[in-house]
């Protein structure tokens, strides 16, 4: 109630003849404090400094603010698909891009056709009838 005297620039008695009279608003909390409502007034820029103005402001503010972020979220929502979809390409061409598991070994005898040489002289290197090449 002091504050509210002070806002108004009357004394507490006046502000407690107005609520009384229904001309300023109040509530009473739960402990017995008085809750009293002021009038809204302009301020030295002669815009309202009414709580409806602010509340106006800060509605617009957040609107905006959450279209921006809606737009984010659309944003990420498209580059995590596009990478969904890369991510999946790339599975379907991993048996194209693995290494074999095990050098592939071409039989002796093929190697001794292709290649015109028989087993070493010496007989170095002779396994169950045929030679042995190294890589």
Same mark, same amino acid.
């Given at each position: ?77 498209? #580059? %995590? +698909?596009? /990478?969904?979809?890369?991510? $999946? ?5 991993? @048996?194209?891009?693995?290494?074999? !598991?095990?050098? #592939? %070994? +071409?039989? /002796?005898?093929?190697?001794? $056709? ?5 087993? @070493?002289?010496?007989?170095?290197? !002779? ?9």
């Amino acid at each position: 109630m002091a504050e509210a005297a002070e806002r108004l620039s009357i004394t507490k008695e006046a502000v407690r003849k107005r609520i009384h009279r229904g001309t300023l608003g109040s509530a009473r909390t739960p402990d017995g404090t008085v809750m009293v409502y002021v009038p809204p007034s302009p301020t030295a820029d002669g815009t309202p400094s009414s709580p409806s103005a602010a509340n106006d402001l800060h509605y617009a503010k957040m609107r905006e603010r959450i279209r921006y972020l809606e737009c984010q979220v659309e944003e990420e929502r498209e #580059a %995590r +698909r596009r /990478a969904d979809t890369l991510l $999946a390409r790339l599975m379907d061409r991993l @048996p194209e891009l693995e290494a074999p !598991a095990a050098p #592939a %070994r +071409r039989p /002796a005898a093929s190697q001794e $056709a292709s290649s015109g040489a028989g087993p @070493p002289a010496n007989g170095i290197g !002779a396994q169950n009838g045929s030679a042995r090449v190294s890589w």
